[in-house]
Nanobody, 127 residues
Framework: VQLVESGGGLVQAGGSLKLACVASGRTFSDYAMAWYRQAPGKDREFVASISRTGAFSVLSNSVKGRFTISRDNDRNTVYLEMSSLKPEDTAVYYC?????????????????????WGQGTQVTVSS
């Protein structure tokens, strides 16, 4: 699978950004998708995941109420809408795709054990 993230940038605390990730190489609508982030000096962490139809989604506690994950299967794109941004949201944001089709295995998505990743998109929140 090929993954291309975009939409990052520099924003003031309290601001908003919308990230996008285009996936190719597999039938997009067959796979759950997820967003992750990695801050400097920290491990990559799970942010949000969405089922293949978009009917189910899960957000990490650190972003719940501020971020929304969505997808457009016609555009092979998953989005992460971020609002009320905080300096601690500063990180490189990555998306990835489940390794198996037609399931929503949140435990596996939270682990984020994927062989390959896209280049990510940098989000910087200034205080």
């Amino acid at each position: 699978v090929q993954l291309v993230e975009s939409g990052g940038g520099l924003v003031q605390a309290g601001g908003s950004l919308k990230l996008a990730c285009v996936a190719s190489g597999r039938t997009f609508s067959d796979y759950a998708m997820a967003w992750y982030r990695q801050a400097p000096g920290k491990d990559r962490e799970f942010v949000a995941s969405i089922s293949r139809t978009g009917a189910f989604s899960v957000l990490s506690n650190s972003v719940k109420g501020r971020f929304t994950i969505s997808r457009d299967n016609d555009r092979n794109t998953v989005y992460l809408e971020m609002s009320s941004l905080k300096p601690e949201d500063t990180a490189v944001y990555y998306c990835n795709q489940d390794t198996a089709p037609r399931r929503f295995d949140l435990t596996e998505m939270q682990k984020g054990n994927f062989d390959s990743w896209g280049q990510g998109t940098q989000v910087t929140v200034s205080s």
